[in-house]
């Protein structure tokens, strides 16, 4: 969610939540606050997206419509948001990094705040540099992180078009996890591919959501981080 505090973003992101199409519980993987954006309103959404499905921590790094980011510490910044999360009551389960972005400390400090991580894609997004941080990554897999430390990686696999295409072919994956933008709903045409997608997708396969998986799966793979970077 990348704009939460949008009155019209969030009733076509809340209205999608609570009719489940396919039956599936759509995650909200929520950007904080920024400086000057409403802490109470944006709690009491956040309470709201909750109940209804898994939470998760979406952070921009540089600012509300720049997510990599452009220097500092980027795990302290998800450490901060993360207690601040805590601190307010809510119980966050999954964090994605804004622009696909994850280096070694961010997934330490996901791994250390007890989320699963969902940044890892299973495909190559366009926009990224060569060389860009990012992770790679076809299936769920423990992530080594050094030190004993593991993170339990649910990769993102499908976009709003994928899942759309994946209509007129079987999904060979073990696991579907598709991903949209809820700014993404101001588009009738993609709201409707996304609706029709998740539909069929709940026909051919077995809805789950991000909370059991985080739960109960236990992936064959282990991977080390450093091996990971795509
Ligand atoms: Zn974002």
Same mark, same amino acid.
């Given at each position: ?20 199409? =396919? ?65 307010? =009551? ?60 593991? @993170? ?15 209509? @007129? ?33 709940? @026909? ?11 739960? =109960? @799966? ?13």
């Amino acid at each position: 969610m990348e704009r939460p505090l949008d009155d019209e973003v969030w009733r076509r992101f809340s209205r999608l939540q609570a009719r489940r199409p =396919g039956r599936f519980a759509i995650a909200a993987l929520m950007r904080p606050p920024a400086v000057g954006e409403d802490e109470e309103l944006w709690l009491e959404r956040a309470r709201r997206a909750q109940a209804l499905a898994p939470l998760g921590l979406h952070t921009h790094w540089t600012a509300p419509d720049h997510a990599r980011p452009t220097g500092g510490d980027p795990a302290a910044l998800v450490r901060e948001q993360g207690e601040w999360l805590r601190s307010a =009551g809510l119980d966050v389960e999954l964090f994605c990094g804004g622009g696909w972005y994850l280096d070694a400390d961010v997934a330490h400090t996901v791994a250390e705040l007890g989320y699963a991580d969902c940044t890892a894609t299973a495909f190559r997004p366009a926009y990224l540099e060569p060389g860009a941080a990012h992770v790679q990554l076809d299936e769920p897999a423990w992530l080594e992180l050094g030190s004993g430390r593991r @993170l339990l990686e649910l990769p993102t696999t499908h976009s709003i078009g994928m899942l759309a295409r994946g209509l @007129l072919g079987p999904f060979r994956r073990q696991i579907v996890h598709a991903y949209f933008h809820d700014t993404d709903l101001l588009d009738r045409r993609r709201t409707a591919a996304l609706r029709i997608g998740l539909t069929f997708l709940g @026909l051919k396969r077995t809805a789950t959501d991000l909370r059991e998986l985080q739960r =109960g @799966l236990r992936p064959a793979k282990t991977m080390s981080f450093a091996n990971s970077r795509g």
